[in-house]
Structure formats: structure tokens, C-alpha cells
């Protein structure tokens, strides 16, 4: 059974620093991970979908890496901004799977 | 270009009442996925639909739980006799392509049931 941890559970930086989110999972055979931005309250909003044959996926100010042979992902702000400020999640599905396993989340507060 | 729509985005039971929360996918999509979260915790599958089945119910508990995703009309989970741990934020998701082919999949806002 995949397990996704996130590690560390909360995060803060001043405004304009870089930062890295990590992601771990125990099963390498993934299908693809996805890397998901929750406000309090809120529902999810998908940020970047890596597939297994890919290394790494790139949005505006996000990137995101994938190891498969490590077992980590990471997610890669750049120029943090305060509106940045969320929960970050991490989700795999394994190949054969059926549903996304998720991790807990960092919670990332930008201080203005 | 409506995403995926989820209601009530809140609801209160008493204990022993029936909580129905309703999805309507991304237009187009007929794979629907619910997921629980609870206070603290990270989302849980709970089962995955496609229109007029049930695919995978794994993650969905054997009692009170059942969930339908008919040829018309949203998908419907349904909690009867709620309980207190029950209390959590309902999340469903939904997807063009079938798992374990899923691509991405688009969340909603979720229904977040509180049990009195």
C-alpha cells in the first residue's frame, strides 16, 4: 500500500525567499504524483501533475521533480510571495491503482 | 466552464440523521472519486464511480456509507445515521480518463459536514 509523507508539517519564510517542499512515498511504481494547493476551507487546486516518465514539471514560479527510484518529490517556489500562504499536498497514485494517496501537507506561511 | 461542483459547501446533522452531499463533475468527465478529511488528517479515498457503477469502494466504511453516480444527474454520497466522527470536509474529485489511466484529476470545494 503507497504511503506519502510530507515533511516538514509547517513551514515559514520571509517574503522573496526560495523554498523546497518535500514529498517521500514507499511504493517507486507510481503513475504519475500531483502536487495540490489547499486555502483553509477551501477545496484543492492542482498545481503540477508529474508522470512517471517525467522528472520534473514546471509552472510559472513552481517547479516540481520526481525520483522514482528515491522514493521524494519535491516542489520548488521560487520569489515567495505572502498569497503563497497555504497548505501544500503532495498525492501519488501507484500503477494499477485506482485513487490518489495523499500526505498530510505543509503548511507554508510567507511573512510579508 | 464550470469545474467540479460540490453542495451543500456546508451542512448540520444531529446524530442519527441522514446527510446526502451531491457532485457534479467537469463537463465531460464520468469518473468521480470521494474523499474524506478529517480534522487534522490528510485526505482518505473512499470510493470511485463511474456512471451507473461502483468501481472501487475500498476506502468506503461497511456500514451507514453508500454511494451512487446515476446516468442522469450528479453523483450522491449518503451517510445514514451520522455520528459524530463523521463530522469532516467531503471532497470529490473527477476525472476524463478512467484509473488507473486517471491523468489529472479536478477537485471541488467540498461539503463540510458538521454532526451536532
Known amino acids: 500500500k503507497q504511503e506519502v509523507t510530507q515533511i516538514p508539517a509547517a513551514l515559514s519564510v520571509p517574503e522573496g525567499e526560495n523554498l523546497v517542499l518535500n514529498c517521500s512515498f514507499t511504493?517507486?511504481?507510481?503513475?504519475?504524483l500531483q502536487w495540490f494547493r489547499q486555502d483553509p476551507g477551501k477545496g484543492l487546486t492542482s498545481l503540477l501533475l508529474i508522470q512517471s516518465s517525467q522528472r520534473e514539471q514546471t509552472s510559472g514560479r513552481l517547479n516540481a521533480s520526481l525520483d522514482k527510484s528515491s522514493g521524494r518529490s519535491t516542489l520548488y517556489i521560487a520569489a515567495s510571495q505572502p498569497g503563497d500562504s497555504a497548505t501544500y499536498l503532495c498525492?501519488?497514485?501507484?500503477?494499477?491503482?485506482?485513487?490518489?494517496?495523499f500526505g498530510t501537507g505543509t503548511r507554508l506561511t510567507v511573512i510579508p | 466552464n464550470a469545474g467540479v461542483m460540490q453542495n451543500p459547501r456546508h451542512l448540520v446533522r444531529r446524530r442519527g440523521q441522514e446527510a446526502r452531499l451531491r457532485c457534479s463533475p467537469v463537463k465531460g468527465h464520468s469518473h468521480v472519486y470521494w474523499y474524506r478529511q478529517l480534522p487534522e488528517e490528510g485526505l482518505k479515498f473512499m470510493v470511485y464511480l463511474q456512471k451507473e457503477n461502483i468501481i472501487d469502494e475500498s476506502g468506503m466504511p461497511k456500514e451507514r456509507f453508500s454511494a451512487e453516480f446515476p446516468k442522469e444527474g450528479p453523483s450522491i454520497l449518503r451517510i445514514q445515521q451520522v455520528v459524530r466522527g463523521d463530522s469532516a470536509a467531503y471532497f470529490c474529485a473527477s476525472s476524463l480518463m478512467a484509473a488507473p489511466n486517471t491523468g489529472e484529476l479536478f477537485f471541488g470545494e467540498g461539503s463540510r459536514l458538521t454532526v451536532l
Open positions: 498525492a501519488a497514485i501507484s500503477t494499477g491503482a485506482n485513487n490518489l494517496f
Open positions: 511504493d517507486s511504481a507510481i503513475y504519475n
